[in-house]
T-cell receptor, first 110, second 114 residues
């Protein structure tokens, strides 16, 4: 069975500092990886997915199959980045089930 | 604008009650999900449905059942509510295939069982 681990429950940085939210996964095949974000009082929403190789709101994430990681990075954190971030995995042979990690709360201090 | 709507934002129920949580989506999605969200535990999948009347158990199905009689509606049922089912419940939907990883979430239902 697949598993997603986010080792940090809380990450606190100052505005302008670099941010890295860690995500590790275990899955025997080639999964799809995603980052979801939940801002205060808003719905959980997709931030980015590894297959798109996109940068959203300055965030990027690279899938490292050797280390089974999909860390989320941003070079300069903004206060509006404060939110709950969830890493998610979709197995490539299991339809459309999404497995989520425990989440990391990012706090960006002024 | 795509929409997943959960019938209640807040619910307070008594131990032993049968509880229904309703979710409706207007995107004609085949897939629908029920998760519970708890601090430190993230989102845990309760049940998943990939078509009308079709369902699969997720990671924590015990104490729950689901119903999907119409494509747009997915109901979560707590047969006999217990205090350990106090949580935030999130419904989501997605389309199959390459779109399957992009799930759209409802606003959540915070259930308190007393």
């Amino acid at each position: 069975a697949q598993r997603v681990t986010q080792p940090e429950k809380l990450l606190s940085v100052f505005k302008g500092a670099p941010v890295e939210l860690k995500c590790n996964y275990s899955y025997s095949g080639s999964p799809e990886l995603f980052w979801y974000v939940q801002y205060s009082r808003q719905r959980l929403q997709l931030l980015l997915r590894h297959i798109s190789r996109e940068s959203i709101k300055g965030f990027t994430a690279d899938l490292n199959k050797g280390e089974t990681s999909f860390h989320l990075k941003k070079p300069f954190a903004q206060e509006e980045d404060s939110a709950m971030y969830y890493c998610a995995l979709r197995p490539n042979n299991a339809g459309n089930m999404l497995t989520f990690g425990g989440g990391t709360r990012l706090m960006v201090k002024p | 604008d795509v929409k997943v709507t959960q019938s209640s934002r807040y619910l307070v129920k008594r131990t032993g009650e049968k509880v229904f949580l309703e979710c409706v989506q207007d995107m004609d999605h085949e897939n629908m999900f029920w998760y519970r969200q708890d601090p430190g535990l993230g989102l845990r999948l309760i049940y998943f449905s990939y078509d009308v009347k079709m369902k699969e158990k997720g990671d924590i199905p015990e104490g729950y059942s689901v119903s999907r009689e119409k494509k747009e509606r997915f109901s979560l049922i707590l047969e006999s509510a217990s205090t350990n089912q106090t949580s935030m419940y999130l419904c989501a939907s997605s389309s199959p295939g390459t779109g399957g990883g992009k799930a759209f979430f409802g606003q959540g239902t915070r259930l308190t069982v007393v």
